[in-house]
């Protein structure tokens, strides 16, 4: 099993595999399974969450995430992740 053939719709993938895979990638469990099923073309809410507003440019860059293929997405995610390890140890020296 490729993650290509999957994509490519050659390949089903199991609920416990996905499951899997969601944790690896540490993602949503179930948006990760819509996803990868083709019930949602996203991973993400689709809302903020409730008592929460979206500001504009919170707005904006999901809506780019959202129109990027998922390998991007990865990056993306792998790239916030790093900026915000690079923030905390910026806050602990002042």
Same mark, same amino acid.
């Given at each position: ?15 416990? #595999? ?10 949503? #469990? ?35 995430? #959202? ?5 991007? !997405?990865? !990056?993306?995610?792998?790239?916030? !992740? ?11 020296? #002042?």
């Amino acid at each position: 099993m490729s993650v290509s053939n999957i994509e490519a719709g050659k390949e089903s993938l199991a609920p416990a #595999r996905a499951y899997a895979w969601a944790e690896i990638l540490e993602v949503r #469990r179930d948006a990760f399974y819509l996803f990868v099923t083709g019930h949602s073309d996203h991973m993400g809410p689709s809302e903020p969450p409730e008592g929460e507003e979206l500001l504009a440019d919170e707005a904006e860059v999901l809506a780019l995430y #959202r129109k990027l293929p998922p390998g991007y !997405q990865r !990056q993306v995610r792998d790239l916030a !992740q790093a900026l915000g390890t690079l923030a905390r140890g910026e806050r602990r020296k #002042r």
